[in-house]
């Protein structure tokens, strides 16, 4: 027996089964007719949309890489860029970190920013020949530099004359020993216990 509402093949024959669902199947075939036609407007107008958002948008800039021309590190930047840090230090085009450095030149110069350019240079190209291929020799140097400074400050007759003339005035002394007082007190603990 067939489930309620529909009619066995074999009684009503092939014939009622196709007036049956040969009538949903068209119906089915113009509402996907349709679906498509609708599917098919929409992505025309959103084509539209994007391409006119397209000429909305700004160019996209080209990327070079230049070279820091102290440390020799390279970064990708616009030409706009690179020809902004050039205004800015001398026609040279220097890393972010080296510009950092030069500014620190500056201030230890008075000011003066070629003589930091200058200056910076020199310990970068120095740092290359020998920090990065023998780095111990190059913390030696730094020691050996750092000792010549204080030697050569030390040395200076007028430095030597301030060092003698001074005495620790600001300096916070001593008066009594805590030794003593610490002493009572862990005396006075052994004899309660």
């Keep these: 027996m067939a489930p309620k509402g529909e009619a066995a093949v074999s009684s009503g024959g092939f014939g009622a089964f196709t007036r049956r669902f040969g009538s949903r199947k068209k119906a089915q075939g113009q509402s996907m007719d349709g ?45 706009a860029y690179i020809k902004r840090v050039r205004e800015k230090f001398s026609g040279r085009w220097i890393c972010g970190l080296c510009s950092e450095a030069v500014k620190e030149e500056m201030g230890k110069l008075g000011g003066k920013k070629e003589e930091a350019i200058n ?14 291929k023998q780095p111990v020799l190059y913390q030696a140097e730094a020691m050996r530099e750092i000792l010549r400074r204080c030697s050569s400050r030390l040395g200076d007759p007028k430095l030597a004359a301030e060092a003698a003339g001074k005495k620790n005035k600001g300096g916070i002394m001593r008066t009594s020993s805590c030794i003593a007082a610490i002493t009572k007190e862990t005396n006075g603990r052994l004899s309660v216990n």
């Design 119 to 132: 200056a910076h240079m020199s310990v970068c190209s120095k740092f290359s020949r020998i920090g990065r």
């Design 35 to 79: 679906l498509q036609r609708a599917m098919s407007d929409l992505s025309l107008e959103l084509k539209k949309e994007t391409i006119g958002d397209a000429r909305k948008l700004p160019p996209i800039s080209e990327v070079e890489n230049a070279n820091c021309e102290c440390c020799g590190m390279s970064e990708e930047c616009t030409p």
